[in-house]
């Protein structure tokens, strides 16, 4: 039962466009979802937050874009860089809860 | 200014023995977790722990797996007698807080497992 999903296993994009990344989650009682970035052999390092009652978070090159009522969201970068290049992971979280649910992720490659 | 240690990076172990995954959270944080990915996978729930305390671990499987969190020294996630299929990345994260506006999960670099 997978309760947060990103259809998009990989994406190329040229540098200085826009990156635009899916997720779809099931489970109505998430009110918290988060972006990382996960190089090879390393952790996955935070990106940026949004809460269930917002509908947009911008930071920097990123903003992250919920749709409640479609269980979507999104992670949109720009201008995109080379060393954008890496696995995103979308996660949830419900409030009365600490566990992160992941999607699969999304590889994304950034070229030049 | 360390972030989430966790060793050894790289573990082999042969089917039967043991494995014991370290875990040192960043300074000032008091909540750990501890997640499993798979190849190809992503990211899945294990367990979350405070000081001396189990909170959930509602992804933990119900035999060979163990995990602690000790007051004083580093979290524990302790596997006994080892099988192919636990070979996976294994990540710690923590967080100052459980409140979810604060609860930002920062991750460590991962133990990775092999069994023979």
């Known amino acids: 039962d997978q309760q947060v999903k990103q259809n998009s296993p990989s994406l190329s994009v040229q540098e200085g466009r826009i990156s635009i990344l899916n997720c779809d989650y099931t489970?109505?009682?998430?009110?918290?979802f988060l972006w990382y970035k996960k190089y090879p052999a390393e952790g996955p390092t935070f990106l940026i937050s949004?809460?269930?009652?917002?509908d947009k978070n911008e930071d920097g090159r990123f903003t992250v874009f919920l749709n409640k009522s479609a269980k979507h969201l999104s992670l949109h970068i720009v201008p995109s860089q080379p060393g954008d290049s890496a696995v995103y992971f979308c996660?949830?979280?419900?409030?009365?809860?600490?566990?992160?649910?992941f999607g699969g992720g999304t590889r994304v490659l950034v070229k030049p | 200014n360390a972030g989430v240690m966790q060793n050894p990076r790289h573990l082999v172990r042969r089917r039967g023995q043991e494995a014991r995954l370290r875990c040192s959270p960043m300074?000032?944080?008091?909540?750990v977790y501890w997640y499993r990915q798979l190849p190809e996978e992503g990211l899945k729930f294990m367990v979350y722990?405070?000081?001396?305390?189990?909170?959930?671990e509602s992804g933990m499987p119900k035999e060979r797996f163990s995990a602690e969190f000790p007051k004083e020294g580093p979290s524990i996630l302790r596997i006994q007698q080892v099988v192919r299929g636990d070979s996976a990345a294994y990540f710690c994260?923590?967080?100052?807080?459980?409140?979810?506006?604060?609860?930002?999960?920062?991750f460590g670099a991962g133990t990775r497992l092999s069994v023979l």
């Open positions: 996660a949830a979280l419900i409030a009365a809860g600490n566990k992160l649910t």
């Open positions: 300074k000032g944080h008091s909540h």
């Open positions: 722990l405070q000081k001396e305390n189990i909170i959930d």
């Open positions: 994260a923590s967080s100052r807080t459980g409140s979810l506006a604060k609860n930002i999960q920062y």
């Open positions: 489970n109505s009682m998430f009110d918290y």
């Open positions: 949004i809460s269930s009652i917002k």
